[in-house]
């Protein structure tokens, strides 16, 4: 079975300064693309960035990078510089090409607290 | 603007009925998802669509329904057979499978 594990349940870091937060992933499979989501207070689910698993290169999008591990199946997220704007859950999501759904996969999130 | 649009933002059910949740976009996507999502959970798919008329069921489908008729809808239905149901509900679409999802703003649903 496909699995997303995401081993801290919480975190804070103080306004300006940079947090890491952490994903696991389990498959067999080897084409496959890995996401970053946010849910605010509000509880809208809002992509943060995207990974495709044949591309060597960490995405990047502004304030938030990635350090994708491939054969250790994990992919960390780095938010740079950061905002109160930040504070939210996040969830590590997977997807595969290889599987009958064609459904993300969820981890269980991580409530980022961004303290001023 | 297109986007995914949720109706309505907060239901509440009695014991014994069944309730629609709305979901429809206008972001051309092929592919429609429900999920639903508890404290602690994370989200759980319910079912998914891949393409109208065409829909199939997620982890814990047990006690909802859905139709795609249309490829702009995906409805779904949280029957009384559905034993816990107060959640949030989440729709989303995608332009296919196997690519990122993009979600409307959710249904908080209670029983009452």
């Known amino acids: 079975a496909q699995t997303v594990t995401q081993s801290q349940p919480e975190m804070s870091v103080q306004e300006a300064e940079t947090v890491t937060l952490s994903c696991t992933y389990d498959t067999s499979e080897n084409n496959y693309y890995l996401f970053w989501y946010k849910q605010p207070p509000s509880r809208q689910m809002i992509l943060v960035i995207r990974?495709?698993?044949?591309?060597?290169q960490n995405a990047t999008e502004n304030r938030f990078s990635v350090n994708f591990q491939k054969a250790a199946k994990s992919f960390s997220l780095k938010i740079s510089d950061s905002q109160l704007g930040d504070t939210a859950m996040y969830f590590c999501a997977f997807v595969s090409d290889g599987g009958s759904q064609g459904n993300l996969i969820f981890g269980k999130g991580t409530k980022l607290s961004v303290k001023p | 603007d297109g986007g995914i649009t949720q109706s309505p933002k907060y239901l509440f059910r009695k014991e014994g009925q069944n309730v629609t949740l709305s979901c429809e976009q206008n972001?051309?996507?092929?592919?429609m998802y429900w999920y639903r999502q508890d404290p602690g959970q994370g989200l759980r798919l319910i079912y998914y669509?891949?393409?109208?008329?065409?829909?199939q069921k997620g982890d814990i489908a047990e006690g909802y329904s859905v139709s795609r008729e249309k490829k702009e809808s995906f409805p779904l239905t949280v029957t009384s057979a559905q034993k816990n149901p107060t959640a949030f509900y989440l729709c989303?679409?995608?332009?296919?499978?196997?690519?990122?999802?993009?979600f409307g703003q959710g249904t908080r649903l209670t029983v009452v």
């Open positions: 990974q495709e698993a044949y591309k060597q």
């Open positions: 972001l051309n996507h092929d592919a």
């Open positions: 989303a679409s995608s332009i296919a499978a196997f690519t990122e999802a993009f």
């Open positions: 669509s891949q393409i109208v008329n065409d829909f």
